[in-house]
């Protein structure tokens, strides 16, 4: 299976469980590089079956493909016969997005949607859109025997009713003004420091200056009580070395906390690696 070179953390677990073989594909500015993706296939002609994708605010680096890359991604797997799974957790918060891949090919796309972020971190609830009835049908099948699997009646009952009356739009705009003015406090305290993140989006991605290495700022970090996801937790093949921090905005319960943690890490960012105890020294 194909997918983007950091990518969804639990992935790499459900590949390893399933017996799926990852491949991580080189990222540009706008998420997934089509060009990389063409490449893998001409590389594997009739092997690969399936390509994972997070086209909207990509987790983790926060980027957006275009309308064009998401038309060649479905060109791409019309030409070679394969599905895509088109992650879009995050999609309902930033409708300025391009159409989802969905949209563009519903035949071939999988199409993922959960409520966790959008509306309400206890309403555990997802849906997936199949590209056809039989396509569903099969699936469900396989899975009917497994009662975990199904959602509980009442979240279902009570979301549906949101959806309806207005409630989910409303609580969905909540969010958006609140991560936007989120957004703004991260900008002005890490003013000195270059990050990239979207307003509205629920996390940024920061690239550590040098000489700071993942282990050492994760560590750095956790001793003033900030806790971060470093890159190589999204990274598919252990040989990606990136330097870089995904930092969620939407963590902290208050926005005093989330300026707290800021700072602190702002603070870090600032002193470098002199923050760093030398071996055998008491970190406390």
């Not at 990509?58 to 019309?78: C, D, G, I």
Request: charged share 25%; with cysteine; net charge neutral.
């Amino acid at each position: 299976m194909l997918t983007e070179a950091f990518t969804y953390g639990v992935l790499k677990g459900i590949a390893s469980h399933t017996k799926i073989r990852l491949r991580g594909l080189a990222l540009d500015h706008e998420g997934l590089d089509p060009v990389a993706v063409s490449e893998a296939l001409e590389q594997s002609p009739g092997q690969i079956k399936l390509l994972y994708c997070n086209p909207t605010i990509h987790n983790p680096t926060t980027a957006t493909m275009s309308l064009e890359s998401r038309r060649k991604l479905a060109a791409l797997a019309r030409k070679h016969s394969i599905r895509i799974v088109e992650d879009d957790v995050l999609g309902l918060l930033h409708p300025e997005a391009p159409p989802p891949i969905a949209a563009l090919a519903p035949d071939l796309t999988w199409y993922i949607m959960g409520l966790t972020k959008c509306l309400a971190h206890g309403m555990r609830i997802a849906y997936l859109l199949a590209p056809s009835v039989d396509d569903a049908q099969e699936l469900l099948e396989r899975e009917r025997r497994y009662s975990s699997w199904f959602p509980a009646p009442l979240h279902a009952a009570i979301v549906r009713q949101w959806i309806e009356d207005g409630t989910a739009e409303r609580a969905t705009s909540a969010i958006r003004r609140e991560m936007d003015e989120r957004h703004e406090l991260a900008r002005s305290v890490l003013r000195q420091h270059s990050f990239r993140g979207p307003p509205g989006s629920m996390h940024i991605w920061l690239k550590l200056p040098r000489p700071w290495s993942n282990p050492d700022f994760q560590q750095a970090a956790e001793r003033r009580g900030v806790l971060v996801r470093t890159a190589d937790k999204f990274a598919v093949h252990e040989s990606i070395s990136t330097p870089a921090i995904r930092l969620s905005l939407s963590s902290p319960p208050d926005r005093q906390l989330l300026v707290s943690g800021l700072t602190r890490l702002a603070s870090l960012l600032d002193e470098g690696m002199s923050a760093r105890p030398i071996a055998g020294q008491d970190a406390s």
